[in-house]
């Protein structure tokens, strides 16, 4: 149907390690969204990709866009302790369909 | 940003009641939101489209009679969950963009407990 798979469901890591989450889609993607949201709080954007094969960085999460515009990954280096929280993909611009979503948790 | 809220953002309600949710956005006017619900530990789930001054678009499998959307003006969007039953019970977000981002910014949501 219309899903983004998204693996694994659940992480739990030491601080420190690092975190990566994966997303694929059947068909290809326009673009795909990455949210975080917090135990208890709502999702937040953290960014967008569009492009083919685009790579982009914010501080120690890196995002990917596959060549073919069908996967994407999110990667969290040296995981803190303010990193916990679920992590979604989500395609569509407006109208959001989103991945199951990886629960992100750390050990301190 | 913009900034979107929610009310109330709890709620604890008997079976059969009916409860109102308002979803606002504060800074900027919106002719479309979403409405989503997330049951414990799973992602959100469309449940519709609310639709400035024209019905709203309900996902396939949501009671559009029971989910009741009202659109009333640009910066206002309220779900009705009608004759509410445990099975209900959910978190219930709603989400507003404008042209200026390319993200939807979300409410805080209401947690809706029946019992």
């Known amino acids: 149907g219309q899903q983004v798979m998204q693996i694994p469901q659940y992480q739990h890591v030491q601080e420190g390690e690092d ?3 994966y997303c694929n889609s059947s068909t290809t993607l326009s673009n795909i969204q990455w949210y975080k949201q917090r135990p208890g709080g709502h999702p937040v954007f953290l960014i967008q990709l569009v492009k083919s094969g685009e790579v982009k960085k914010q501080k120690r999460l890196t995002f990917q866009f596959g ?9 969290i280096t040296a995981t803190q302790t303010t990193d916990v929280g679920t992590y979604f993909c989500a395609k569509g611009a407006q ?3 989103f991945g199951q979503g990886t629960r992100l948790t750390i050990n301190p | ?31 479309t939101m979403f409405w989503y619900r997330q049951f414990p530990k799973q992602s959100l789930m469309l ?5 400035e001054g024209s019905k709203a678009t309900y996902e396939q499998g949501v009671e559009k009679d029971k989910f009741l959307i009202n659109h009333a003006s640009l910066t206002l969007s309220t779900l009705t969950v009608t004759s509410a039953h445990p099975e209900d ?6 989400s507003a963009g404008t042209t200026a981002y390319n993200e939807q910014f979300f409410g805080p949501g209401t947690r809706l407990t029946v019992l």
Request: with cysteine; aromatic share 8%.
């Open chain 1, 19 to 21: 975190f990566t989450t």
């Open chain 1, 67 to 75: 060549e073919a515009k069908k996967n994407s990954s999110l990667h």
């Open chain 1, 95 to 97: 109208k959001l369909v």
């Open chain 2, 1 to 31: 940003g913009a900034v979107v809220s929610q009310h109330p953002s709890r709620v604890i309600c008997k079976s059969g009641t009916s409860v109102k949710i308002e979803c606002r956005s504060l800074d900027f006017q919106a002719t």
């Open chain 2, 47 to 51: 449940m519709a489209t609310s639709n």
């Open chain 2, 89 to 94: 019970s959910s978190f219930y977000i709603c």
